[in-house]
């Protein structure tokens, strides 16, 4: 479970994260909604202390992120896989050598050919050809990109996800996929995630709740079904720009 | 001028910081061993050759300017004992030093600062990998390794093109002599100066072009203006290192 409490996060001036209080349950996905700029991806970054909050916490699995020592961070950060915007691989790096650096404890004493197989079947779990496991970053497309961003993040096997806009740039097609992506760890693999996206129709896709965060505060956090009934004028005109969601109701 | 001075301070403290997660990283080589060895060489290898250009360049200036301004009224040996000592203690660290600021200084600031702002710093966090273990401690140690082996080859190099052009250049001149007044000047403490002195010019440009590129911000213009932080700071630390380590030099 991560449960933020009354977290708080200003950059300079600027009063981002105005006391969100918020919880994923165990095997839940969450999609987190809301304007650009609202702190959606700060909030995450949070949860994997790549930002200290200026007050409140985060604790996943009961542990406090912003109390906890390197050794405990570490043992956090390896329970959790971080999907980023922009994909995040290391240009310098062949596909198979990210992968790899991402499991380097697990290898340790293991062949290479073990190895190898393993990259495969992480590949194939985003369903990407192994033709592409020598490749540089810079040799794939975006798309691409952001599946081997995925099997990266799912690399040592983590029990939480937390997706920074996985469909942002991509063609409808992609986006598709990647949403199937999302429901496909939830139903196989048992992984607990949150989505920030500006997608509507990812969201709603995704999401078992949708939680909207509006001026730095959680407005609402409810399911796709009750979200679209909710009378706050501000998530009405947020949630109702959809095509999809129309669907739902 | 409080803000810029607390920001000053801040970076500081940052710096500092750096430098003990570096030092706490040390005792565990199996993190960083091999990536250290392939930084060192692309370090190496990429710059030998422009190190040794200027290392001729230098040398063949330092005897000419010599033999120009002595002529006539000091003896010409004297050329090689100021070919030795400018090239030995001065020429061969700084000019090396300059290279490698341009070079490989340039280079790591870019480097992190792009890895900085596209996230693979941060995926590394996340992965629960330490960036100070994985990206700067290889980095440093390189430099540390690199820039003595580079300064002793720029030294040879230096000496080598400052014989030569004395012999084609000043009248009278010959190798005996040049070899007289390198031996009436040079003690083993002054090549082991000039080694030092490359060491600490090596985690000096690689330590502040970590810094400084891991610290960049911003989009490809903030990738661009860390490179010119890390090329002035290198510089100014490079001539103002260059300066305090001269008591060294008498120390023995």
New interface residues.
């Given amino acids: 479970m991560i449960e933020f409490r009354n977290l708080h996060k200003s950059f300079d001036s600027h009063h981002v994260l105005r006391g969100v209080d918020l919880s994923v349950e165990e095997g839940e996905t969450l999609a987190l909604l809301g304007p650009s700029g609202t702190g959606k991806s700060v909030l995450i970054k949070h949860a994997i202390g790549l930002l200290d909050p200026d007050e409140g916490d985060v604790f996943v699995d009961g542990i406090s992120i912003a109390n906890a020592s390197e050794k405990e961070l570490r043992h956090a950060r390896r329970r959790i896989g971080y999907v980023f915007q922009n994909a995040a691989l290391f240009d310098s790096l062949t596909v198979a050598e990210n992968l790899w650096l991402a499991q380097t404890d697990e290898r340790e004493g293991r062949s290479l050919e073990n190895c190898r197989a393993e990259a495969e079947e992480l590949l194939a779990k985003v369903n990407l050809d192994p033709s592409v496991m020598m490749k540089l970053p810079s040799e794939l497309s975006g798309g691409m990109r952001k599946r081997v961003g995925v099997a990266r993040a799912i690399a040592h096997n983590p029990s939480y996800l937390l997706w920074d806009e996985p469909t942002t740039g991509l063609d409808p097609v992609n986006a598709d996929n990647i949403d199937e992506l999302i429901m496909t760890m939830r139903e196989k693999l048992g992984v607990t995630s949150i989505v920030v996206t500006h997608d509507l129709d990812t969201a709603f896709e995704v999401g078992d709740r949708i939680a909207l965060l509006y001026e730095g505060k959680v407005r609402a956090c409810q399911t796709p079904e009750d979200i679209l009934k909710n009378d706050d004028p501000v998530v009405k005109r947020f949630v109702r720009r959809t095509t999809r969601a129309d669907a739902v109701e | 001028m409080i803000k810029r001075t607390t920001r000053s301070l801040g970076r500081t403290g940052e710096a500092a910081v750096l430098a003990w997660k570096i030092l706490k990283v040390l005792p565990r080589p199996r993190l960083y061993f091999n990536a250290a060895l392939q930084q060192a060489y692309v370090m190496g290898i990429q710059s030998l050759p422009l190190v040794l250009i200027m290392a001729f360049l230098g040398g063949a200036v330092t005897s000419q300017q010599t033999g120009t301004q002595f002529s006539g009224g000091l003896p010409v040996w004297v050329i090689g004992s100021v070919l030795a000592a400018s090239v030995i203690t001065e020429l061969g660290p700084v000019l090396t030093g300059i290279v490698m600021m341009a070079r490989v200084g340039a280079a790591i600031a870019a480097e992190l600062a792009s890895?900085k702002v596209?996230?693979?710093i941060?995926?590394l966090?996340?992965?629960?990998?330490d960036p100070v273990a994985f990206l700067v401690v290889p980095r440093v140690l390189a430099g540390l390794i690199v820039f003595p082996l580079l300064v002793i080859l720029a030294v040879a190099m230096g000496i080598f093109a400052g014989w030569g052009v004395a012999l084609l250049a000043v009248d009278g001149m010959t190798s005996a002599d040049i070899v007289y007044g390198m031996r009436f000047y040079f003690r083993p403490w002054v090549l082991v100066f000039s080694v030092i002195k490359g060491g600490v010019f090596g985690v000096a440009i690689t330590f502040i072009a970590c810094f400084v590129g891991m610290n960049g911000e911003g989009g490809a213009e903030g990738v661009g203006r860390t490179t010119t932080t890390a090329v002035v700071a290198t510089t100014l630390a490079l001539m103002v290192l260059d300066v305090l380590l001269v008591p060294l030099l008498k120390a023995f």
Avoid at chain 2, 125 to 129: I, K, L
């Fill in positions: 890895m596209t996230e693979q941060d995926a966090v996340a992965m629960g990998r």
